[in-house]
């Protein structure tokens, strides 16, 4: 647990999980349509009969966004825990969209992850892993505070000057 609650674990958890996030943001900004038919897909948000085209459209639009800016958080040190929180609330999303995918038998050609082009990355067991990792990762910055002294006192646990 003390290795969690190092400022350099944190760092590092930031830097790695806001670049995920940044670098996933970027195709889907560039091309919100092709990322669209992705989101269309994996059948979750529709469109269908009761899910108009503006749910899915508006969330493939709006959802890259909220990665770019969490993940630019998460490097920045700003807000850290939040943007963690916010990422890992995304993480169980995409986790249990993807999980429900594979248990319905729909073939995610391109899980939407980095890329909205054909070479995208096949959802799939090892795409629920890594996101697990990545969830894991933003958990911790969530839940363990960070030792600001050597003696071990959390910053939550040091009196008010």
């Known amino acids: 647990m003390k290795l969690l609650a190092h400022p350099a674990t944190h760092r590092v958890l930031g830097l790695v999980i ?6 996933a943001s970027l195709d889907k900004i ?6 669209a038919r992705i989101v269309y897909h994996y059948q979750v948000i529709g ?3 009761s899910i ?4 899915p459209n508006t969330f493939a639009v709006v959802l890259p966004w909220i990665e770019a800016v969490a993940g630019l958080l998460l490097m920045a ?4 825990r939040e943007a963690a929180l916010l990422t890992a609330a995304m993480l ?5 969209a993807v999980g429900s995918a594979l248990y319905r038998g729909i073939d995610v050609q391109n899980c939407g992850c980095f890329t909205v082009g054909a070479e995208g990355r096949r959802a799939g067991w090892g795409l629920l892993l890594g996101d697990t990792l990545l969830l894991a990762g933003a958990l911790a910055l ?7 002294s050597e003696s071990g006192a959390t910053a939550e646990a040091l009196p008010a000057r």
Do not use: D, N
């Not at 108009?52 to 749910?55: F, G, H, I, Q, R």
């Not at 040190?77 to 850290?80: A, H, L, N, T």
């Not at 169980?92 to 249990?96: C, D, E």
């Open 18 to 23: 806001g670049a995920v996030f940044l670098y």
């Open 30 to 35: 560039a091309h919100p349509p092709e990322f």
């Open 47 to 49: 469109p269908s009969q």
């Open 52 to 55: 108009p085209p503006l749910v």
């Open 77 to 80: 040190g700003v807000w850290r």
């Open 92 to 96: 169980v999303t995409f986790v249990l």
């Open 142 to 148: 969530v839940a363990v505070p960070v030792r600001t």
